[in-house]
């Protein structure tokens, strides 16, 4: 499985807890408006599911097996906030929902430095650049030392 990936697992059961068997059902993904640190939601991506035919989509339709489940394939966003997945039955009762928190860990924030600019700094994105450890200490050095060589500013 990809390392961005998660085995979502369906299960249907009827009143008395038993399972649906060949139920159909849509399942679609979709961003949690401002989530991760946008406050917006124009072009960000949305997560997709791998069908068996091997397409990736956001949204499709699938049936429940003979025991009341069905299993996909689901591929996150690749940016952090909150990804959900809605799962609609023949009516509108029948309907779920389930989100997934996306987060990066080991990520620190790149500030301004006395070499370069930092550009995309606006309001709605007060602070977006970000790297590992190691990429932001290269960054800086990079930055120092093209400073000390040439007396330009990376921009």
Not at 7 to 34: C, D, I, K, M, Q
Not at 52 to 57: G, W
Not at 132 to 153: E, G, H, I, R, W
Request: aromatic fraction near 10%; hydrophobic fraction near 30%.
């Amino acid at each position: 499985m990809e390392r961005d990936a998660t085995r979502v697992t369906l299960t249907l059961t009827g009143n008395g807890s038993e399972p649906v068997s060949h139920y159909p059902f849509t399942l679609s993904a979709f961003v949690r408006p401002n989530s991760g640190g946008h406050d917006h939601n124009a072009n960000r991506p949305t997560g997709k599911f791998i069908t068996p035919a091997k397409d990736t989509v956001a949204s499709f339709q699938g049936t429940t097996n003979g025991e009341g489940k069905a299993t996909y394939t689901y591929i996150c966003s690749g940016f952090g906030g909150v990804d959900s997945i809605l799962v609609k039955g023949r009516t509108d009762r029948d309907t779920a929902s389930t989100t997934m928190v996306l987060q990066f860990s080991g990520l620190q924030e790149l500030t301004a430095g006395d070499h370069y600019a930092l550009y995309g700094d606006r309001p709605i994105h007060p602070k977006n650049h970000y790297g590992t450890a190691t990429l932001v200490l290269k960054l800086k050095a990079l930055a120092d030392s093209v400073y000390a060589d040439s007396s330009f500013m990376l921009r």
